[in-house]
């Protein structure tokens, strides 16, 4: 499939220069397609055995898809509705204590910081945003004391489309890791093996329906399942005890629309073999487009697929206005900049079109 072909599945882009797929990734028609086929089903008797029966089944493949999208087996792979809900389900997992820490970094989305100060335990902050890509790692790791019982943080930061290597990370550390994948999987290749816990978006640069995601868990049966739902059990007493499932089934959450699950899964069948050369190559283009044209980016050179610049305005109105001429971005208002999402879909007009209307 080439680039022309690949890019003419998304009708949006007909119209729009569209580049928030950090927020929501543009939907295929195929995908939009599959989606409207399995609610089509919904109109049958869905409380039927073969409703159920046929719904179960399209869970586990659903597994076996994303599993294969980051490079695990599928007994380690939960099903979640967003990468906000895997982080809660490692969250209250955990059991966390207040004289225990956490180590983030002040990088990161509410998806993730909201469950870690719930979990009760002292959150330790290290100062990546305002850093050289670089010294990520050294400040992180300057954060880990005696009292650390998890690191959590992004894979790529959400502000800017920084990588943190969380690789040299994890081989560094004695805690458990947990890895927010919001930016990273289907935007950069990923393979999910070295880390303790691993959240997969379905909606974004996976291009799939909201909400879609999913978990990886390295060691299901060390995790406690805190918020149990009818998919957890494989058993269970009138008192309410049970016998979890096998693997990080136990941690699916309950029901997800059928209709969601064909989308997904149709949404990963389109994605191109090239899909992560062509992306870092149009983002770097990109950047440097922006460079080009005097704007401050903060983005640094050979990073993934989000590119940030300060503006010194409005930036919710820059957004408004940039949407009615056609160019979809999204800005971060508390840190005053503007961010564009590149994907495998995006054209070299697409960046004329954000430049020109900038």
Avoid at 8 to 18: D, G, I, K, N, Q
Avoid at 28 to 49: F, K
Avoid at 57 to 67: C, K, T, Y
Avoid at 238 to 248: I, K, L, M, N, Y
Wanted: net charge negative; with cysteine.
């Amino acid at each position: 499939m080439i680039f022309e072909e690949a890019r003419a599945a998304f009708p949006v882009l007909e119209r729009y220069a569209y580049l928030n797929a950090g927020s929501v990734g543009p939907m295929a028609q195929a995908t939009y397609d599959a989606v409207v086929a399995a609610e089509r089903d919904e109109l049958g008797p869905r409380g039927s055995h073969e409703a159920f029966e046929r719904i179960i089944e399209q869970r586990e493949h659903l597994r076996d898809v994303i599993a294969a999208e980051v490079g695990a087996d599928a007994e380690h792979i939960s099903l979640a509705t967003s990468t906000s809900e895997g982080c809660r389900i490692v969250l209250a997992g955990l059991g966390l204590e207040a004289e225990d820490e956490i180590v983030t970094t002040d990088a990161e989305h509410y998806g993730l910081l909201g469950p870690l100060h719930a979990s009760g335990a002292r959150v330790r902050v290290a100062p990546v945003k305002e850093q050289p890509a670089r010294e990520a790692l050294d400040a992180i790791l300057a954060e880990v004391g005696p009292r650390t019982r998890l690191v959590a943080l992004s894979h790529v930061v959400w502000l800017n489309g920084h990588v943190i290597p969380v690789e040299e990370l994890q081989e560094a550390l004695s805690v458990p890791l947990l890895v927010d994948g919001a930016q990273s999987v289907g935007a950069i290749p990923v393979d999910v093996s070295p880390f303790d816990f691993y959240t997969v978006s379905g909606q974004k640069w996976l291009c799939g329906p909201t909400p879609t995601g999913g978990l990886y868990v390295k060691d299901p049966e060390g995790l406690r399942v805190a918020a149990p739902s009818y998919f957890a059990q494989q058993g269970y007493d009138p008192d309410g005890s049970f016998v979890p499932r096998e693997g990080a089934r136990r941690f699916d959450p309950s029901w997800i629309p059928a209709a969601f699950i064909a989308g997904l899964e149709a949404a990963l069948e389109l994605a191109p073999e090239w899909r992560f050369e062509r992306s870092r190559e149009i983002s770097e283009h990109c950047r440097e487009r922006l460079l080009d044209a005097g704007h401050d980016v903060v983005t640094e050179a050979g990073h993934a697929n989000l590119v940030s610049w300060r503006h010194g305005g409005d930036t919710a109105e820059v957004v408004k206005q940039l949407s009615e001429e056609g160019v979809v971005i999204r800005d971060l208002p508390k840190a005053g900049l503007l961010r564009a999402s590149c994907g495998w879909w995006t054209s070299e007009d697409d960046v004329e079109r954000l430049v020109g209307a900038l």
